[in-house]
């Protein structure tokens, strides 16, 4: 919506091949202006939002590469994302303008183009990482970060809005613009997918938690291994009919396997058996 207002009011006549930038006009006070500020606004703080959650993200690799080590690997995208907004407010490279005005324009377009791709790609990281921490049993959960991971990357590489409202031909933004709605696609789904499998994980070990106390009073008969058996054959079976029924409500599969639910009854039917040692 900000580019197609901007591109309205100020679109030329006739459209020809033009070197550099043709920044638009923007009101004080005017609809444009206020989007303008709003969308920079914004644009820091989701940068700075996702760099603070990535960090407490991969902190557990301070230990392996070093507390001085980690920060400065980590701080280089924001650095780099920082430096175009110092560059401009405190005139950094005001000397370099005069003098070389080419050089600088390549080398701003630079610090602009690049410092979002940078960030995406740290971002896509840290969720590839924790996919790859995810267990193997947990195929569905490791696939929805999977694609997390790669939204991100793409998100953060096409959100370049100002690209599109500088340069209106030829349209070398227009490309990459056109994945914004793909990529906030893949991200919505990658991380609510995988919240809603997590959910349903936890909800069916509750179900298995609960029916296995119930009848825990079977153990207390003759046949121990046989009870169990017959514990763990019926848990099973209602957990794989709840499992169906929360698939079918959501559309999302859980990722718990039939192997995650014995394990985890065992480790029920061993904490009852514990319990009642104790009374």
Do not use: C
Not at 93 to 118: C, E, M
């Amino acid at each position: 919506f900000f580019v197609d207002l901007i591109l309205y009011n100020n679109l030329p006549q006739q459209i020809v091949p033009h070197l550099g930038e043709n920044i638009p006009f923007l009101a004080p006070g005017s609809i444009e202006a206020i989007l303008n500020s709003a969308y920079d606004i914004l644009s820091v703080l989701s940068f700075m939002i996702m760099w603070g959650a990535t960090s407490l993200l991969l902190r557990r690799y301070t230990q392996r590469l070093g507390r001085v080590k980690y920060w400065i690997i980590l701080s280089i995208p924001l650095a780099f994302f920082v430096s175009q907004f110092l560059a401009i407010s405190l005139n950094l490279f005001a000397p370099l303008l005069t003098s070389q005005a080419l050089f600088y324009g390549v080398f701003l377009t630079l610090i602009f183009t690049f410092s979002k791709p940078a960030g995406g790609i740290l971002f896509g990281i840290a969720f590839w990482i924790v996919a790859r921490n995810v267990r193997r049993s947990s195929s569905i959960v490791r696939d929805y970060m999977i694609i997390s991971a790669y939204g991100l990357v793409l998100l953060f590489t096409s959100s370049q809005a100002s690209v599109l409202a500088t340069g209106p031909y030829p349209p070398f933004g227009l490309a990459t613009a056109s994945f914004i709605g793909l990529s906030s696609y893949l991200v919505l789904v990658g991380i609510y997918s995988s919240a809603i499998s997590l959910a349903e994980d936890s909800k069916l070990r509750q179900s298995i938690r609960s029916i296995a106390i119930k009848e825990s009073r079977l153990l207390d008969s003759i046949g121990m291994a046989q009870m169990e058996q017959q514990i763990q054959k019926k848990v099973i079976e209602f957990t794989k009919q709840n499992q169906a029924r929360m698939a079918e409500e959501s559309g999302i599969q859980s990722s718990l396997t039939e192997e995650d639910m014995k394990a985890y009854l065992e480790q029920v039917i061993r904490e009852v058996k514990k319990d009642h040692q104790q009374q």
